[in-house]
């Protein structure tokens, strides 16, 4: 079922959107748009933080608090930020050049420190804006700007890295499914800790063309059949290599966040020394 356009926290006066045809960016940003009026967020309470690329550019359309930051450096800026003020609701954007490859390092150690993040990877296999060159993501001999024989490399799987690296709140989504991925986002913004959102979606310009995908149609429903349950992927032969990936919530518990642990130590500290 269709889901309807947010308009409340949509930043109007930036329209249109400059994304590809075909791309996903736009059902994302909607369902973002639509989690955040889920929960009567306003926009003073939010701060978006954005690094490089072409999801990058999604904070241009949101009316809230808005950091646009250097390339892979996003969730550094956003750590910040939740530390000095840890009322605020940090969304940090991300694409998988971006958030997974420059950025891997930062990934792993804010799911480590679980910090009380919501992270929203849109993942289409390649660096979109920069030229479509492979990213971390990228299926091992896919065809990209930078591996035009086949990409040597096996790409990583996002959601179970994150996992174990120790974030509380882990699910992925199609852009296929834009109401389970709004209900998603909805649930990671609610969970106290870090939570990652990765949208699989197409990039129909650079990415699809050199991979036999001209058409964004075609795309989009090689992504619909190729999303599918656990249990489904594990009764498939080879799921992986054959481009199949898990959708729904892959991890969710509730380990006390960063920000909790820190203050339970700060204050254990001054009781040792009288308060003082």
């Not at 804010?110 to 390649?126: E, F, G």
């Not at 109401?179 to 800790?193: C, D, E, S, Y």
Request: proline share 3%; charged share 20%.
């Amino acid at each position: 079922m269709a889901q309807a356009i947010s308009r409340s926290l949509l930043n109007r006066s930036a329209l249109p959107l400059m994304w590809c045809a075909g791309c996903g960016n736009g059902i994302v940003l909607n369902a973002l748009l639509c989690a955040l009026d889920d929960l009567d967020l306003k926009k003073e309470d939010v701060l978006v933080v954005t690094g490089i690329g072409c999801w990058g550019k999604a904070d241009d359309y949101i009316l809230a608090n808005a950091l646009h930051v250097t390339h892979g450096r996003a969730l550094t800026f956003a750590t910040g930020a939740k530390a000095a003020n840890p009322k605020l609701n940090v969304i940090v954007l991300m694409g998988d050049g971006d958030g997974t490859t420059i950025g891997g390092n930062h990934l792993i150690h804010s799911a480590r420190r679980n910090m009380d993040l919501t992270a929203i990877i849109v993942n289409n296999l390649n660096y979109g804006m920069t030229g479509g060159q492979y990213s971390a993501t990228t299926p091992n001999g896919a065809i990209t700007s930078t591996s035009v024989g086949g990409n040597p490399e096996r790409g990583f799987d996002v959601c179970d890295l994150v996992r174990a690296a120790g974030a509380n709140y882990v699910a992925r989504e199609s852009v296929t499914s834009g109401m389970r991925l709004r209900n998603r986002i909805v649930a990671g913004i609610q969970k106290k800790g870090f939570s990652l959102i990765e949208a699989m979606s197409p990039c129909s310009t650079l990415f699809g063309p050199r991979n036999k995908m001209r058409n964004p149609v075609d795309m989009l429903r090689n992504l619909k059949e190729k999303a599918v349950s656990q249990a489904k992927f594990d009764a498939i032969e080879n799921a992986a290599e054959q481009g199949y990936f898990v959708t729904g919530v892959i991890a969710d518990k509730d380990v006390p966040d960063f920000n909790t642990s820190y203050e339970g130590e700060r204050a254990a500290i001054l009781a040792a020394k009288g308060g003082k």
